[in-house]
C-alpha cells in the first residue's frame, strides 16, 4: 500500500481488534507496510483470515470476543508464542445496534409506530455501551500489563465524532464513544510514568457496512442523513479509510510522538471545527 510516510515498526508487534473491519484493515496494512508484526483480532476467526493472507508472513488470524478475558488471553498467548509479547495495542472493535437506534430525530407525542427514544431495548443499549467501551477496556487490561516499560508501547483508541456531540438517532453509541475518549485520557494519566502513551483517533464519517443503509437507499441513493453529514462537512465529503493512516503512524511513532499522550485527533474533513453558519 502507499503510506504517507514511513515509520520503522521492525520488531514491534501489533494487535488490532475489530481488524478486519474497513477502517482497521487498513490500520492492520499500514502497521505492516512498516515492518511490524501484526494480529488480526476479530471475533470469527475467517473474517482475519483473509487479509492476513493479502498481507502475508507480518500478519497473523486471531479469534476471540473483545467481551470475553478468557478468549482474549488465550489470543494474547498464541500471539505471544509465535512472535512475543504486544506493544501496540489498537482498539477497534466497536459499532452500532438497530436496536438501540431510534426512528426519530426529535420527539413528536403525535407520531405513531415509530421507534422513538422510550421503544429503545434495554438489552440493545447494553449491547453498544458493552461492545465499545468495555470491548475497549477488557483488551486493554489483558495486554497492557506486559507492554509497562516496553520500548515504544503505545495504545490507540477508536473513538467518533458523536463523542464530540452527540449524533441524532444513535444516543448509545455516541454516549459510549464519549467514554472512550474520556478513558483514554484517563488511561494516558494512569500510564504517564510507566512508558505507555494512550491516545484515540476520532473518524470523521466513513462509509462501511455496519452504517451504509442509513447513508443510501437501497437503490444506492443518499439519504437525508447523508445530506445533513455533507452539509455539515467542509470539505462536503466522506472520509477515505486511507485518509487515517497519516494519524495512526503519527501516534504510533516514538520518535514523533514521545511527548504525545491523552490527545484525541478528529480526522474529520472539518466536522468539528464547523458551527453550521
Known amino acids: 500500500m502507499k503510506l504517507p510516510f514511513h ?16 477502517l482497521c484493515s487498513q490500520f492492520c496494512r499500514a502497521l505492516a507496510a512498516c515492518g511490524g508484526k501484526v494480529a488480526i483480532l476479530n471475533r470469527r ?22 467481551l470475553s478475558r478468557p478468549a482474549l488471553e488465550k489470543a494474547r498467548d498464541l500471539i505471544e508464542e509465535k512472535w512475543g509479547p504486544v506493544s501496540i495495542l489498537i482498539n477497534g472493535a466497536g459499532g452500532n445496534n438497530p436496536m438501540a437506534t431510534t426512528d426519530d430525530e426529535q420527539y413528536d ?3 405513531k409506530d415509530v ?24 483488551p486493554t487490561q489483558v495486554f497492557a500489563r506486559q507492554m509497562v516499560g516496553m520500548p515504544g508501547a503505545c495504545i490507540i483508541n477508536v473513538s467518533s465524532m458523536g463523542a464530540y456531540l452527540p449524533l441524532t438517532k444513535v444516543m448509545a453509541y455516541s454516549g459510549a464513544k464519549a467514554a ?14 510507566s512508558g505507555i502513551r494512550v491516545n484515540a483517533i476520532a473518524p470523521g464519517f466513513f462509509v462501511g457496512e455496519q452504517n451504509y443503509s442509513l447513508l443510501f437507499d437501497k437503490d444506492g441513493q443518499p439519504t437525508p442523513r447523508t445530506e445533513k453529514i455533507l452539509a455539515a462537512t467542509p470539505m462536503g465529503r466522506f472520509g477515505e479509510a486511507e485518509e487515517l493512516i497519516g494519524a495512526l503512524l503519527y501516534l504510533v511513532s516514538p520518535e514523533a510522538a514521545s511527548f504525545v499522550t491523552g490527545v484525541v485527533i478528529p480526522v474529520d474533513g472539518g466536522y468539528t471545527a464547523y458551527s453550521g453558519v
Open 7 to 22: 515509520v520503522d515498526l521492525s520488531g514491534k508487534v501489533a494487535l488490532v481488534t475489530g481488524g478486519s473491519g474497513v
Open 45 to 66: 476467526l475467517e473474517n482475519g483470515q483473509k487479509l492476513a493472507e493479502e498481507i502475508g508472513d507480518n500478519a497473523m488470524a486471531v479469534s476471540a470476543d473483545v
Open 109 to 111: 407525542q403525535a407520531a
Open 115 to 138: 421507534k422513538d427514544f422510550f421503544k429503545l431495548d434495554y438489552e440493545g443499549i447494553r449491547f453498544v455501551f458493552d461492545l465499545n467501551f468495555l470491548g475497549t477496556l477488557l
Open 180 to 193: 472512550v475518549s474520556n478513558f483514554t485520557q484517563w488511561l494516558a494519566t494512569y500510564f504517564a510514568k
